[in-house]
């Protein structure tokens, strides 16, 4: 088993709510100052942060300085109308606590295309990164396998950490307790997710931000909510859909720019 993680301070920056029970353990160890972007509300438009504040208590976590900061809603109109205004903000909020904390580690959402607001909070972890470079102060970028646990092999984490039973049953109850999602983790077997109840693995993860690399640059021939969307379009329930290239790539960069 590889050693925890010494860090003094450790940051945190997930896209939802939620994403923190992957790493339930990570989090306890390092007290990590966790943000999320969203409040997680979905096309419920149900606003699941109190769950994410419970978990953060229950794991010795602090919550960070953003906590749900708009809907989920909104900031897919952001992607769809290209304004970075409230990106911007969030991450200047972020960016100035961290000069603050100046965190040894940072821990975020894989990049997987798999939703813009997980990639967005890889890319907003990467501004991080690099403005606390420039200071001098080199921290550790590691992300965790979420969507897709396959991508991210076991034998290449940086580090690893097996849970004892009794942190096993703390995570599992922190778990059953989060009730907005008790159906995406009853799929944890179906999903192949079973192995994040006993070890949490993360991986170290390259800074982006020279070039935000499209769907056809990597193992995926689409990014998949390109194709959820193409779906829920064709259902009616939605009336446009967020592309790599169309939208999130226009909006990273701005993003970028805005902190170059």
Request: aromatic share 8%; net charge negative; hydrophobic share 40%.
């Amino acid at each position: 088993m590889s050693p925890r993680l010494s860090a003094k301070t450790a940051l945190a920056i997930f896209g939802h709510p939620g994403h923190e029970l992957v790493v339930f353990q990570w989090l306890s160890d390092n007290r990590a100052e966790t943000v999320c972007l969203t409040d997680g509300s979905g096309g419920a438009m149900v606003d699941r942060t109190f769950f994410t504040r419970q978990t953060l208590n229950t794991a010795g976590a602090t919550v960070g300085a953003v906590m749900g900061a708009c809907s989920d809603k909104q900031l897919y109109a952001d992607f769809l109308s290209g304004d970075a205004t409230r990106l911007i903000e969030l991450t200047r909020r972020i960016l100035n606590r961290a000069r603050i904390l100046r965190p040894d580690t940072l821990l975020t959402d894989s990049f997987e295309y798999f939703n813009p607001v997980h990639d967005i909070a890889n890319t907003i972890t990467d501004i991080v990164w690099r403005d606390l470079n420039a200071d001098g102060h080199r921290p550790r970028k590691l992300v965790y396998p979420n969507e897709y646990p396959d991508r991210l092999k076991p034998d290449a984490a940086a580090v690893t950490r097996r849970l004892t039973d009794d942190e096993c049953r703390t995570k599992s109850q922190a778990i059953d307790a989060y009730l907005p999602l008790a159906s995406e983790f009853a799929r944890l077997a179906a999903d192949q997710k079973l192995q994040m109840l006993e070890t949490e693995y993360l991986h170290e993860d390259p800074v982006r931000l020279a070039d935000i690399p499209s769907a056809s640059d990597t193992i995926y021939e689409t990014a998949f909510y390109e194709d959820y969307g193409r779906a829920r379009v064709a259902e009616g329930r939605y009336s446009s859909l967020i592309t790599l290239d169309g939208h999130f790539r226009p909006l990273a960069a701005k993003l970028v720019a805005a902190f170059t």
